[in-house]
């Protein structure tokens, strides 16, 4: 299975006649698009103050704690 998603395809696993997972190929990476963001943001002013004091808030408040599957018990 691993290797026909590899080719390009994609593989709908299923159990008792109910789909349980699906399997297809990853993206891949593409460094054209990541340079051309990267000559986007070329000559963008950096991010503000008030931006990265936002971003440390945010920090302080979130944790690993509240970072949990809700369903998984």
């Excluded at 997972?21 to 460094?31: K, L």
């Excluded at 963001?37 to 950096?46: L, N, T």
Aim: hydrophobic share 40%; aromatic share 6%; no cysteine.
């Amino acid at each position: 299975m691993l290797d026909r998603a590899e080719r390009g395809e994609t593989v709908i696993v299923t159990r008792a006649g109910r789909r349980v997972a699906v399997i297809g190929p990853s993206p891949r990476a593409n460094g054209e698009a990541l340079r051309a963001v990267f000559d986007r943001w070329r000559g963008e002013p950096a991010l503000d103050d008030e931006f990265a004091e936002r971003v440390s808030q945010v920090r302080e408040v979130a944790s690993s704690e509240s970072d949990v599957d809700p369903w998984r018990e």
